[in-house]
Nanobody
């Protein structure tokens, strides 16, 4: 099954940073707008950020704006999420997918845990 593969999660203290990566085969990465999403325990999966295929337009959800940055490298079929000043409420499983999301391409996600 073709899916995106996320990596880079882990345990970090409040105020720390992580950079997540997401890769996928060229046929599902190009030429699509991409997004990052997260799902906290007991919650639905929420949209966080998006970036256009051309790399010229980004959108960050207001609740994480100023702390999270999305970027992509089309030559490497990779999209990134830089997360700074992480807080406990950022604890979740993080996923990437198209923006808007394509149901069949959800991967396993990468766990981010913010705790002291």
């Amino acid at each position: 099954q073709v899916q995106f593969v996320e990596s880079g999660g882990g345990l970090v203290e409040p105020g720390g940073s992580l950079k997540l990566s997401c890769t996928g085969p060229g046929n599902i990465f190009k030429p699509f707008d991409m997004g990052w999403y997260r799902q906290a325990p007991g919650n639905q999966r929420d949209f966080l950020a998006a970036i256009s295929w051309s790399n010229t337009t980004t959108f960050i959800r207001e609740s994480v704006r100023g702390r999270f940055t999305i970027s992509r490298d089309n030559a490497e079929n990779t999209v990134y999420l830089q997360m700074d000043n992480l807080q406990s409420e950022d604890t979740a499983v993080y996923y990437c997918n198209h923006y808007p999301a394509t149901r069949d391409y959800w991967g396993q996600g990468t766990q981010v845990t913010v705790s002291s």
